[in-house]
């Protein structure tokens, strides 16, 4: 006999437990096992007001933004949604079957507001990061760093010239992210100190011609093979022994901010959790001069990382490595037996230039392999030339292949945060609002890993 649901005569009393209907190896039991977010409220109270209207709870806010970042949601009203209608989000939520979910609103009052004021993600980050150290998840002996781009929420076919910054703050309607600018415009360049230069705040000696109007801090970059596009960077600092992220920095898409932001981590993970590596890893952008010289003479770290060499010829002539530097004299020697000598003082670039006599290489056989368009060769060795040695001697180690391999780890990560986390477009402007994305992006994937890897398997 045929069955039919009789759904005519509703039920009067429900016995419905959501914690029966979440399954024992539902990603989110993981998460939920290794958050802990006990601390935040009282983060929060100095930014709330003691009087009228209970808010809604921080706490759920938070929750409800690491689903969002965990599985991918980029809409804060799509993520509202889900959580009214899923299960699983609702348990970990801790709402119950008949709580109602936060107006998709709310986020961005609190995001542009007292979450932003009180730093509260980058504490949320820093609370993750705590319990991978205690669960044994950070060995603190190699640490990677890379950076990828992620596009900015600006409209590529727009841009303003970067010396018209101020007046894109002109009336009452400007946005937030130009506001944002503007002040680390002033920060840079006080009143007073060269107010007639209009100049964007910048990390290198070029900074932009444009910017655009609705996030002028972005930076218009380019990835190979693609057109331009605005662009922030996200930098990440991981350890080696399980890819967990230590530490995450914000830049604008730009080589020497991205490389400067190492300097700001590294100090960063030292000063907040006592974290030295013995090993750095990075690739060849990270390997100039000055920042071989910062890790290796001031950190003490051994480098892991290829020297950026601008010595080597390719016309078939003499390259430096072929010259033998004396470090007792003070000289190089050429391949003809003839000596270099100083100049003694540095350059702007921060090298010393060796040069032979003009009568030595006038009258050398080698001249065509050496100097053939020059009366005499000359050679820059860099100040932290002794740096630029020892990265060179780790790179020719087994120990530097196996880091090299390790670092696919932070790679990984990124291939991870654009494709399953959907991070591949910002939608927070300003410098503020990508650090917000990229704290709570790193937070979902350390809390993922931990999730995957310590939570036993169901009986």
Known sequence: MMGSQDGEQERLFYSFSLEDHVPKDHLLRGIDRFLDLSELRGQLAPFYSHTGRPSIDPVLMIRMLIIGYSFGIRSERRLCEEVHLNLAYRW??????SESVPDHSTFSKNRHGR??????????????LQRCMREGLVGGEGFAIDASV?????????FVP????????????????????????????????NSDSDEPPSGDS???????????????TAVRGGPA???????????????????????????????????????????????????????????????LNWIVNEKKIEPHIPVWEKSLREDGTFSRPDFRFDAQANTYECPGGKKLTSTVRPTNAGTVLFRASQHDCGSCALKQQC?????????????????????????????????????????????????????????????????????????????????????????
């Open 115 to 128: 979450f932003r004021r009180s730093d509260v993600f980058r504490r949320v980050f820093e609370v993750v």
């Open 206 to 220: 070029t900074p932009p011609k444009n910017i655009s109007p609705t996030d002028p801090a972005a930076r218009w």
């Open 150 to 158: 992620i596009k900015a929420d600006a409209n590529r076919e727009r």
């Open 162 to 193: 970067a010396s018209e910054a101020k007046k894109l703050a002109e009336g009452a309607d400007a946005s937030r992210a130009v506001r944002e600018y503007l002040d680390a415009l002033e920060a840079t360049n006080p009143a007073g100190a």
């Open 229 to 291: 596009f605005y662009a922030y960077s996200t930098n990440y600092l991981i350890d080696l022994d399980a890819g967990i992220i230590v530490d995450v920095e914000a830049t604008p898409a730009h080589r020497t901010e991205e490389v400067d932001a190492t300097r700001t981590m590294l100090e960063r993970v030292e000063r907040k959790f006592d974290l030295i590596p013995k090993r750095l890893v990075a690739d060849t952008a990270y390997g100039a001069a000055p920042m």
């Open 371 to 459: 100097c053939p368009n020059t009366s005499h060769r000359k050679i820059a060795r860099s100040i932290y030339e002794d740096a630029r040695d020892l990265a060179r001697t780790v790179c020719a180690t087994p120990a530097y292949e196996q880091s090299h391999k390790q670092r696919k780890k932070v790679e990984m990560l990124f291939a991870h945060l654009k494709r399953i986390l959907k991070l591949d477009r910002l939608r927070l402007r300003g410098i503020s609002g990508a650090s917000d994305e990229f704290l709570m992006a790193a937070a979902a994937q350390n809390l993922r890993r931990m999730a995957r890897r310590l939570t036993p398997a169901p009986v």
């Open 92 to 97: 970990f939520c801790r709402l119950g079957l």
